[in-house]
C-alpha cells in the first residue's frame, strides 16, 4: 500500500515563496505519476500540476494555467519525494494541497494526467494560507 505525507505548509505573505514536500513510501514510484491538487474553502478539489512517471516518460510536466511560471514540481526518486516550489504566491493560492500517486504507468502509461479520477493514493493534505 502505498502512503503519502505532505509538509511544509504554512502562512506567508503574498509575494512570498514555499515549498511543500510529498514523501511516498510503501513501493518505489517509479512506476507513478504524482501530482499535486488543491482545494480551496467552498470550491472543488483542482489540479495543480503533475509529472510522470520515469519509467515510462522522461518525468514530463504540466501545470495548471493559474500557476504556470509561478508553481514547479519535481521528484527525487532515489529519495522517493516529491516536490513543489510555489513562488509569487497570491491569495487566491490558498487551499489545502493534496499529493497524489497514479499507478498507471505499471499498464504502460507515459504522461501525467490532471484528472483526480486518475489518482488511486491521497495524502492528508497541508494547509496554505496566502495573506498579509
Known amino acids: 500500500q502505498l502512503q503519502l505525507v505532505e509538509s511544509g505548509g504554512g502562512l506567508v505573505q503574498p509575494g512570498g515563496s514555499l515549498r511543500l514536500s510529498c514523501v511516498v513510501s510503501?513501493?518505489?514510484?517509479?512506476?507513478?505519476?504524482i501530482a499535486w491538487f488543491r482545494q480551496a474553502p467552498g470550491k472543488e478539489r483542482e489540479a495543480v500540476a503533475c509529472?510522470?512517471?520515469?519509467?515510462?516518460?522522461?518525468?514530463?510536466?504540466i501545470y495548471a494555467d493559474s500557476v504556470k511560471g509561478r508553481f514547479t514540481i519535481s521528484r527525487d526518486n532515489a529519495k522517493n519525494m516529491v516536490y513543489l516550489q510555489m513562488n509569487s504566491l497570491k491569495p487566491e493560492d490558498t487551499a489545502v494541497y493534496y499529493c497524489?500517486?497514479?499507478?498507471?504507468?505499471?499498464?504502460?502509461?507515459?504522461?501525467?494526467?490532471?484528472?483526480?479520477?486518475?489518482?488511486?493514493?491521497w495524502g492528508q493534505g497541508t494547509q496554505v494560507t496566502v495573506s498579509s
Open positions: 497524489a500517486a497514479d499507478r498507471a504507468g505499471f499498464f504502460g502509461q507515459a504522461m501525467c494526467l490532471m484528472t483526480e479520477k486518475s489518482y488511486d493514493y
Open positions: 510503501g513501493f518505489t514510484m517509479d512506476y507513478y505519476a
Open positions: 509529472i510522470s512517471n520515469i519509467r515510462r516518460s522522461d518525468g514530463n510536466t
